[in-house]
């Protein structure tokens, strides 16, 4: 099987009052329009997103909608916030259920509407809804799970990160790169990295950051990590250069996977070669972040986390560790539950 996921458009809609609701039905509409959905899924797009964001104004009085374009054709919203939470999510699904200290009926609908629908919520910390809409939404790779969010830099609409998965025969190759900066400069060293990432799927994690250090040459740089998983020997390999980093969690024990200081593209000579690897056996949970994202965060400040798709994790560390003055992403890559996971 080979298959590419590139994931590279996102907006960040602030939700504090009625007034925003139709600007979050705004930035789904247009994320409809980027993975090219049909009339139904669009509509379905805003539909969720003024229910999301309706709740949040309700409920959880200030939050934040964060949509990204997924694959080829999925638009992926997810509500953050750090309201009450829900006290029941089972019962907030009824239609008509509503209080004043809960989310209301609209989760019912969002989740008739989704591909694929989940919550995440804590009382007291706040709550996580994760809806995806489009044909593609419910695509996933044999051996792992993956989630992620991006968010661009709150001064522009071009986003700065991405990242990509590139699978070829049993190997995952996983790509988070920071363009240089931020805007479309930044977008445009990215967008390069992403497409090198995925004319490669059998290049090695140190080959591929050589190949990107030289053809980057001609943007602004950028920094990128490169995690490998390989489904025979159960290994997981890391590399990077510049600011994207990575913590691996295993059955045992959690390590840190950093990068090497630079920039690739910008001709420096850099030490490309160092690998780290590590055994890849569940439960295990691979997590990469940008410098967007503040290194602390602990997936055990989310108590049964694991039993919810790994896009939810990604959100719960964007909400909580977030710069707020940077491209932002976070993505995680997981074990299934089923194959030794949770
Ligand atoms: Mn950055």
Redesign the pocket.
Known sequence: MNARVMVTDGWNVGIEDPSQVHGAAAAAATAAATAGLDAQDTAACELVATELATNLVKHAHTGRLLVNVSGHGAVQLVAVDRGPGIADVGASMADGYSTTSSLGGGLGACRRAAARFDVYSLPGQGTVVLVCIGPSAMESFPSVEVGGIITP?PGESAV??GFGLAWEKDRLTVGVV?????GVA?AQARQAALEMIEQQPTMDSAGLLRELDAGLRVTRGA?AAIAQIDGWSRQLTFAGLG?VTGRLFGPAASQSLVSRPGILGAGQKARLHRVVSADWRGPAVLVMH???IKSRWEPSDYPGVDRHHPAVLAALIWRDANRGN????VVVIRTPRDKGGQ
């Open positions: 830099h700065g990160d920071d363009g240089l900066g931020h930044a920094a600011n940008t410098d967007g940077d491209d932002a992403t």
